[in-house]
Each structure stands twice: as structure tokens, then as C-alpha cells.
């Protein structure tokens, strides 16, 4: 069975920092493009970062570049969002999404579109 597992989510105050983790099962991370996506109240689904381990591709969308890093551990079979500086407006909940055939630019920049499998994410919540 294919699962997505995000943890790590919770309080974090402005200027502060997280780490997100995503857990997989039934597929290799290696092998896919996994991406971090996020979607605030009201809001649509936006991409944050995504990895092609495969492909040698990590891409960023432009307000994160910098600041936060995506990064993938082989044997756990785990991908990590880890999150610097984080801004008010950043509070949604963070989701991660694994697509076999996607681009990490494609999978990044709509907003996850077409990406196979998916987890039930972790709410991040940025406050003082």
C-alpha cells in the first residue's frame, strides 16, 4: 500500500525555524519526484519544493528560494522541508505529494497537478 506520512508541523514564531518530514511506504522516494506543497485557509494549493533524487533536480518556488531547503534520506525513505525564516503568511497546512513521470519545476509551479499519491498533511502555524 502507498502512504505519505507528514509530521513535525506545529507553532513556530516569525523568524523561526521547522522541519518538516515526510515518511513514505510502497514506493522508493529515490525513484520519484516528491514534492512540499501548502495550502493556506481560503486559499488554493501552492508548491513550495520538490526533488528529483532520479534526475538530479530540486527546484524552489521564487518566495522560499533561500530560505528553506528540501532534502531526501535514502534509507528512511524519508523527504525533509527544512524551513528558515518563516513569515506570518506562511501558516497553512503542508502536504506532500510523489509523482513517478512529474518535473519538480511542473510538479512546483502547479501546485502539485497530476501528482500520484498524497498525504493528509501537517498544519504549521507561524505566530508570536
Known amino acids: 500500500e502507498v502512504q505519505l506520512v507528514e509530521s513535525g508541523g506545529g507553532l513556530v514564531q516569525p523568524g523561526g525555524s521547522l522541519i518538516l518530514s515526510c515518511v513514505a511506504s510502497g514506493f522508493a522516494v529515490d525513484e520519484y519526484t516528491v514534492g512540499w506543497f501548502r495550502q493556506a485557509p481560503g486559499k488554493g494549493r501552492e508548491g513550495v519544493a520538490a526533488?528529483?533524487?532520479?534526475?538530479?533536480?530540486?527546484y524552489y518556488t521564487d518566495s522560499v528560494r533561500g530560505r528553506f531547503t528540501i532534502s531526501t534520506d535514502s534509507a528512511k525513505n524519508t523527504v525533509y522541508l527544512q524551513m528558515n525564516s518563516r513569515k506570518p503568511d506562511e501558516a497553512a497546512v503542508y502536504y506532500c505529494g510523489a509523482g513517478r513521470r512529474a518535473w519538480p519545476i511542473v510538479a512546483v509551479n502547479t501546485g502539485g497537478n497530476g501528482l500520484e499519491y498524497w498525504g493528509k498533511g501537517t498544519p504549521v502555524t507561524v505566530s508570536s
Open positions: 526533488i528529483s533524487k532520479r534526475a538530479g533536480n530540486i
